[in-house]
């Protein structure tokens, strides 16, 4: 697989960033990678509070900040949007599960 490495490494760095933010201290973050035909499936798994499906939708939208239960986070709100972006114009695709 081709692809820009410094954009690739820019999205990486933003998932497992959100992925401490917002994961409890003492718990797990794993990063999986694996071919699949002519791309690679990146999954990053946190053991943090899940996103309430009625907002699922906005997750990578401009400045999309969800209230939750864990202390104040620092964050614009804009990592998860550049970082669909990004994917996109690498001719790939972004999403959560």
Partial sequence: M?????RLMQV???????????????????MRAW??????IIEVEDQGQSIPVEL???????????????P????????LYLSKKLVELLHGSIGYR
């Fill in 72 to 79: 104040r986070v620092d964050s614009s709100g804009i990592g």
């Fill in 56 to 70: 699922r939708d906005r997750l990578f939208t401009k400045f999309s900040k969800f209230e939750r239960h864990e």
């Fill in 35 to 40: 071919p699949s035909l002519k791309s690679i």
């Fill in 2 to 6: 081709l692809a820009d490495s410094a």
């Fill in 12 to 30: 990486l760095f933003n998932l497992v960033s959100n992925a401490v933010k917002y994961t409890p201290s003492g718990t797990t973050i794993t």
